[in-house]
């Protein structure tokens, strides 16, 4: 079983094949993580405890959002865990793929606020930071996995609790909307190209190429059209928001 540190965080190569056919848990669906630690104790500890967990067939931990940022865009994974307190800064890095699967730790200080936060950024489940050990990570990512959303019994119960969004079915809401992504938005209900918007916001194609996947991510739509659609449908096409966008990007 070996483990490697690479520039952009600890990452551990498939390490099934050293496992004894027994602990492979064969009838468990195989799930690779990326993991944001809180600390360094977190860093050096979360791979040893994921290491344990059965269905779990890959591992990657980032230091920080930055390391996290390099090692999503260089890999795929199942399942991201992250804090929720660096949830917003995650999500405003990376350009989510659709149908990727978020999981947020969460500390006893943030119980209360927990499920407003979770819904407005419609992640797939939470985890108690105090409760985190190898049965529950085995059944919670279980649970993820085959759609269902996990929410610890201490969280109040919400409409994520229900179960009424999950996967890459949930809603977007305006809130969960970055203020740069509503720029980009604006500029596309109004039928501009990606090269067309990265001139008027001054901005790389790549950095709009970023947020428009964000934006299909975050409406769940496969298409620009249909983001355009469901943005007109929330009533985020106001001709207001369109004419301080065109302002600040000249």
Not at 7 to 36: C, E, M, N, Q
Not at 86 to 99: D, H
Not at 121 to 126: A, E, L, R
Request: glycine content about 8%; some cysteine; aromatic content about 4%.
């Amino acid at each position: 079983m070996s483990t490697g540190v690479a520039k952009a965080g600890k990452r551990i190569p498939d390490f099934r094949s050293g496992r004894p056919a027994g602990d492979r848990g064969a009838r468990r669906p195989a799930v690779s993580v990326l993991w944001i630690a809180e600390d360094d104790v977190s860093y050096h500890g979360i791979p040893v405890l994921l290491m344990k967990v059965p269905n779990v067939s890959g591992i990657a931990v980032g230091r920080d959002v930055a390391e996290a940022g390099s090692l999503y865009d260089a890999e795929r994974f199942d399942l991201v865990v992250t804090p929720l307190a660096v949830l917003p800064e995650f999500l405003e890095r990376v350009a989510l793929r659709i149908r990727q699967k978020i999981l947020v730790t969460v500390r006893k200080e943030e119980v209360r606020t927990a499920s407003s936060a979770i819904q407005t950024y419609g992640v797939d489940g939470c985890l108690l930071w105090d409760e985190i050990n190898v049965a529950r990570l085995t059944g919670t990512f279980e649970q993820v996995i085959s759609g269902d959303v996990p929410v610890p019994s201490s969280v109040p119960r919400g409409p994520l609790a229900a179960g009424e969004r999950r996967g890459p079915d949930r809603s977007a809401h305006p809130a969960r909307v970055t203020e740069r992504e509503h720029a980009v938005l604006a500029l596309l209900l109004q039928g501009m190209s990606n090269n067309q918007i990265a001139r008027a916001m001054g901005i790389s194609i790549h950095g709009v190429k970023r947020h428009v996947s964000n934006l299909l991510v975050k409406f769940g739509c496969a298409n620009r059209t249909e983001v355009a659609l469901a943005a007109q449908r929330l009533g985020m096409d106001a001709p207001s928001r369109v004419r301080r966008t065109r302002r600040r990007a000249t």
